[in-house]
Every structure is written in structure tokens, then in C-alpha cells.
Nanobody, 126 residues
């Protein structure tokens, strides 16, 4: 089993930055693809960014391209999401997720991720 814990959320003004962290315990995630998803009130949980096991491949939803960067440090069993130029529409609970399947590119499909954190709230004020 893998336990994922997100941190780094908070309240920030529009245009500001936050760095989310997702630290895994229970086993190494070095061979797992990892993803960040977000869920705004009353909306579905949506894909934000993904990274494959060796960080050679990343993928972003269109609305965050050029503003968000996903990265990983396998030695620390941690995945990051650097969020810059934040907008009010980025407000949501952000979830980290792990996909056990070894993939060359991360999947965008929520149901393919087997392990999930409890989320961290990101609020962007206008």
C-alpha cells in the first residue's frame, strides 16, 4: 500500500505562486506515474498534470500549460506541482495520485490511478 500526503496549499492572491508537495510512504513510487488532479466545489475531479516514472514525460491540461510545472524527486519519494500566475479559477482542492503501471507517458484518466491523497485546498483571491 502507498499513502500519499499533500501539502503546500493555502490562500494566495491572483498572480501569486504556490508549490504543492506530495510525499509517499509505504513503498517507493519511483516506478509509478504520478498525477495531480483538482476538484472545485460542485464540479468533477479533473486532471491537472502528470509525470511518468523517470520524469522524461509530462503532460498538462490546457488551462495550466505555461503556468504549472510538475516534477518529482524519487530519492525523496515526492512529487511537486509548482503553480505560478495563479488565477481565481484555479481555486480547488488539489489531489495527488499514483498509477502503479509503468508507462512512458502519464495517463489523464482518473480511474487509472490506484492511490490518492486526501487533498490540499488552494484558494486564489481576485
Amino acid at each position: 500500500q502507498v499513502q500519499l500526503v499533500e501539502s503546500g496549499g493555502g490562500l494566495v492572491q491572483a498572480g501569486g505562486s504556490l508549490r504543492l508537495s506530495c510525499t509517499a510512504s509505504g513503498r517507493s513510487i519511483s516506478t509509478y506515474a504520478m498525477g495531480w488532479f483538482r476538484q472545485a466545489p460542485g464540479k468533477e475531479r479533473d486532471f491537472v498534470a502528470g509525470i511518468n516514472w523517470n520524469a522524461y514525460s509530462t503532460y498538462y491540461t490546457d488551462s495550466v500549460k505555461g503556468r504549472f510545472t510538475i516534477s518529482r524527486d524519487n530519492a525523496k519519494n515526492t512529487v511537486y506541482l509548482q503553480m505560478n500566475s495563479l488565477k481565481p479559477e484555479d481555486t480547488a482542492v488539489y489531489y495527488c495520485a499514483a498509477d502503479r503501471k509503468i508507462r512512458e507517458t502519464p495517463t489523464l484518466t482518473l480511474k487509472e490511478y490506484e492511490y490518492w491523497g486526501h487533498g490540499t485546498q488552494v484558494t486564489v483571491s481576485s
